[in-house]
């Protein structure tokens, strides 16, 4: 059987830097991976020859004598590659573990641990929550260090298995006739001591970032709603997904509108000769101002409905209404002139000051005495 090259397998140049080989061999070892690929004898076999390449080209030793003498060079010196699947994990146990956090010494191989959710408060004005609107936000979070590929380590070599452990992540006591297994507190059960720290991130493999990201704020939004952007909180460890981003909605108040359901409400001032004589007022809506008309004797507190000038309606097509409330206004100031006026109106209307007050009273102490 022909070998195949091992820098083409992995699609790489013979001048390949090792971080490429890594990264490029989990990219491969992710995609035909076993479990994710149940029964497919071609994918097995293209996990298996990138896992062998991978164990030759990430070791300088092995490279360079594969470089020099090829698939020969390497038989001579009692490497024979991979018979299958099985012997790819017993081979690569602690390698696994820091490409994909796969547990194979364990029982199966499990994922890491997911990332946490964050959480973001956006301040959004009156109208953007009506209408919706796209904002950009700039979230801290965490990233996998650029310099290390997030394992950590100044170069691949410098990752060596924790020496408290043995590289389990967990140290057994004794206590008398009981064993206890507790996490390796030197590794915090990783299992792993980095030689050499990553100078990026000072080994810890993560990275403090600003990450700008656009929010869809949908029409109809109400204050403390709040989003959900999935797998944009905190990365994912060994290999784990990330967690989720949640944005908080905080609407500002309106100067003129409040808002009830997907209708907005406001007051509209109008004066006593406007509501006894009708008149045709602007209100301000939420995209501008229209025109309402007020019939002749219209009382204070009267609301006049605007169909369809309210809040678009969150999951579904339409909008709320507006709704405008008439306040009649009393002016706390006459000159002599609009007094005069005022007392002839009430004396031809027969609501002279004096009268109506005794009236009333009048009415008053009827109904106490019922
Ligand atoms: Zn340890
Ligand atoms: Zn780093």
New binding site residues.
């Given amino acids: 059987m022909i070998k195949k090259d091992y820098y083409e397998i992995l699609g790489l140049g013979r001048n390949a830097s090792q971080e490429e080989v890594k990264k490029t061999y989990r990219k491969l070892a992710l995609k035909f991976h076993p479990d994710r690929n149940q029964g497919d004898k071609q994918a097995e076999e293209r996990f298996k020859e990138a896992s062998e390449a991978y164990e030759v080209l990430h070791d300088p030793q092995k490279r360079q004598v594969y470089d020099q003498f090829g698939h020969a060079g390497l038989e001579g010196r009692g490497f024979h590659g991979f018979g299958d699947v099985g012997d790819v994990f017993s081979a690569f146990g602690d390698i696994f573990g820091d490409l994909f956090s796969f547990d194979t010494a364990g029982q199966g191989r499990r994922a890491g641990r997911r990332g946490a959710d964050l959480r973001y408060d956006l301040q959004i004005s009156f109208v953007d929550a009506a209408f919706g609107k796209k904002i950009s936000i700039e979230v801290p979070r965490h990233e996998s ?1 650029p ?2 590929s ?1 394992t ?1 380590a100044e170069t691949d070599t410098a990752i060596k298995p924790c020496p408290d452990c043995g590289g389990k992540g967990s140290v057994i006591h004794s206590q008398g006739f009981f064993s206890v297994s507790t996490t390796c507190s030197r590794c915090r059960g990783e299992g792993k001591f980095i030689e050499h720290p ?1 100078r ?2 000072r080994g810890h ?1 993560l ?1 403090s970032k600003k990450r700008q990201l656009e929010v869809k704020i949908p029409g109809g939004i109400e204050d403390s709603n709040r989003l959900r952007l999935s797998s944009e909180g905190e990365p994912g460890t060994g290999g784990g997904p990330a967690g989720d981003l949640y944005v908080f909605i905080r609407v500002k108040e309106h100067p003129l509108f409040t808002r009830h359901g997907d209708d907005v409400v406001c007051q509209a001032p109008i004066s006593f000769p406007q509501a006894v004589l009708g008149c045709e007022i602007e209100v301000p809506t939420l995209e501008g101002t229209t025109k309402l008309t007020i019939p002749h004797g219209t009382p204070t507190g009267k609301i006049f409905r605007l169909s369809g000038l309210g809040v678009q309606h969150l999951h579904g097509r339409g909008r709320g209404h507006q709704l405008v409330q008439v306040e009649i206004q009393v002016p706390k100031k006459l000159s002599a002139e609009q007094e005069k006026l005022l007392r002839e109106y009430a004396r031809l209307t027969g609501d002279d000051i004096a009268p109506q007050k005794e009236g009333f009273l009048k009415r008053f102490a009827q109904k106490k005495a019922n």
């Fill in positions: 260090c310099d290390c997030g950590g990553c990026g991130c493999g990275v």
